[in-house]
Nanobody, 119 residues
Framework: QVQLVESGGGLVQPGGSLRLSCAAS????????MAWYRQAPGKQRELVAF???????RYADSVKGRFTISRDNAKNTVYLQMNSLKPEDTAVYYC?????????????WGQGTQVTVSS
């Protein structure tokens, strides 16, 4: 059984910072791509940031220069450092990973963590 567990969400004022973490656990052989998505009320889920196994990254235009995705392969963990937060960053943030077990490879999602940017 593979699980992704997120932490680090919360309420922050505009201009503030938060760091999200997502740890994968279970019978993991390897983890390929990892990413963060978000979904605001009434909107579709969108890709925020992506990091490949080798460390290459890409970001949504709306967060470039403000957010940084990183990963610790030894800890099976992906992070999202969010700086200069804006009210429009308010959303539920979901961790995503493609995980290979001894039997198969499949995409997995975390349960989501709420980020609210408001004064």
């Amino acid at each position: 059984q593979v699980q992704l567990v997120e932490s680090g969400g919360g309420l922050v004022q505009p201009g503030g910072s938060l760091r999200l973490s997502c740890a994968a656990s279970g019978s993991i052989f390897s983890i390929n791509a990892m990413a963060w998505y978000r979904q605001a009320p009434g909107k579709q889920r969108e890709l925020v940031a992506f990091i490949a196994t080798g460390g290459s990254t890409r970001y949504a235009d709306s967060v470039k220069g403000r957010f940084t995705i990183s990963r610790d392969n030894a800890k099976n963990t992906v992070y999202l450092q969010m700086n200069s937060l804006k009210p429009e960053d308010t959303a539920v943030y979901y961790c995503y990973a493609t995980i290979v077990t001894v039997t198969t490879g499949a995409p997995y999602w975390g349960q989501g963590t709420q980020v609210t940017v408001s004064s």
